[in-house]
């Protein structure tokens, strides 16, 4: 199943939804690319964030990793006239063999571990710490609800819900819920070093790098 069902129509649902503050909590942190010579981008979709990349001169080599086929070729044509060396992954995380010789500087993670259970977060953490040097910065933007007992945490609850429920049963992601990303991250050795949110703390943007190189997995 997959993301292939709704590729074509993602950003404009996302539009209809969010207006432009995903587009904008994506490109955050875009500075961070400046110092990085190897980047890894999980669930990058439709290519729009690769674009951004493009228009800041980046010439470090990308590898992108989704696992949507048709997600994927919409990026290539996106890309058709930049000069970004990317190698594409049509792959799970879990099936992905990175090379020995790949130390991502940087990690994206757009919009992309909210699609697993907490157990499944934990273990791509795992992944991701391994894959990393001590230097490594990860970048993730995702929801997180944070006034449970307010209207405006009511509101997240149900939108979360109504999100989750419909990538359910067009795409088969696993979620039940949102993950808690920043408990799961400290609980891995991982710490806050930049935090950018709008709509009231419900869409973040979180820089993490490792706080003892020792607790890697």
Known sequence: MGFDR????????EKIVFGNDLEKIRNVHLKLINDAESILLLGDGDGRFLKKISETGADGLIVSLDSSSKMIELSRKRLQNTDLDVQYFCQKIKNFEKSESFKPDLIFAHFFL?????????????LLSQWSTKTTKIVVSDF?????????GTYQKLLTQTMISFF??????????LPNIPKIMNSKGWNCIGHKSLRNGFINSWVWEIK??????
Request: aromatic residues 14%; positive net charge; hydrophobic residues 35%.
């Open 6 to 13: 709704v590729a074509n129509y993602y950003a404009g649902m």
């Open 114 to 126: 909210d699609c697993f259970t907490e157990d499944e977060v934990i273990l791509i953490i795992d």
């Open 144 to 152: 997180f609800i944070t006034k449970t007992n307010s209207i405006s």
């Open 168 to 177: 359910r049963v067009f795409c088969g992601i696993s979620a039940k819920k």
């Open 212 to 217: 003892g190189y020792g607790k890697r997995p």
